[in-house]
């Protein structure tokens, strides 16, 4: 199977088997029973109890690490969807902590957060990524909009982490699949599989160098002000 084949199978296997919650899978990385006991588990890892700056993404099954990092007391940076507005940074000594829940959320992190230029975001020390299925090498697929690779290449090109920064991805257990998944160079490996059940380390998963320019079609940068940003400078070299 191909990366669309295998997200369309996952995505129907997720629904089949009652797996998903609202709002649904397909279409986006999916919500799942068990998504809060997957991020608690975190917890337990000392990437994350040393991490200072979290970067989680904004989608549904991975609202409770943002709350937990809130609430750890850690700094949180979540690219806004699709990267249409870039990045936001939620402090947690700028937010009173009754309202951490709700600044976890999409809508609530624009209250309570800020967007901040990337020139301007601290060094992440972990990133927390969604995922429609991973393997047992790391290779991954997401919901096809290539956005965590965009979102990993971006602070990487601009120094806000390095190819040592751990990735990890919460998911079910089921979206641990135990085929090898196609990759190509901008794929976005991941450290550590965490899903309700267990923990899972990978050994040298496979990372992009940085944005693929080539193949970065126009109008998706157009799309995305701060790839414009980086573009210009590239060019202005």
Not at 48 to 69: F, G, H, L, T
């Amino acid at each position: 199977m191909d990366k669309k084949e295998i997200r369309e199978w996952m995505w129907d296997k997720l629904e089949k088997e009652g797996i998903s919650r609202f709002p649904g899978a397909r279409g986006r990385i999916p919500n799942f029973v068990g998504a809060e006991k997957a991020s608690r588990r975190l917890e337990k890892l000392s990437a994350w109890k040393k991490a200072e700056v979290v970067k989680i993404n904004p989608d549904s099954p991975q609202k409770e690490a943002r709350y937990m990092a809130l609430s750890s007391g850690k700094i949180l940076i979540m690219p806004t969807p699709r990267l249409r507005e870039g990045f936001l940074i939620l402090e947690p000594d700028k937010i009173r902590p009754e309202v951490y829940r709700e600044a976890s959320s999409i809508r609530g992190a624009f209250r309570y957060g800020r967007k901040i230029p990337i020139d301007a975001i601290p060094e992440v020390d972990v990133v927390i990524i969604g995922s429609v299925c991973v393997d047992h090498r790391g290779n991954r697929i997401g919901k096809g909009g290539g956005y965590a690779e965009l979102e990993y290449s971006i602070l990487l090109e601009t120094g806000r982490l390095d190819e040592s920064t751990p990735v990890i991805t919460t998911i079910h257990d089921v979206q641990f699949v135990d085929f090898e998944i196609p990759r190509d160079e901008f794929d976005l490996g991941v450290d550590m599989v965490v899903t309700p059940t267990r923990t899972v380390r990978i050994d040298n998963p496979t990372k992009p160098k940085g944005i693929v320019w080539e193949k970065l079609p126009r109008e998706k940068m157009e799309e995305i002000p701060v790839l414009m940003e980086l573009f210009s400078r590239r060019r202005s070299k």
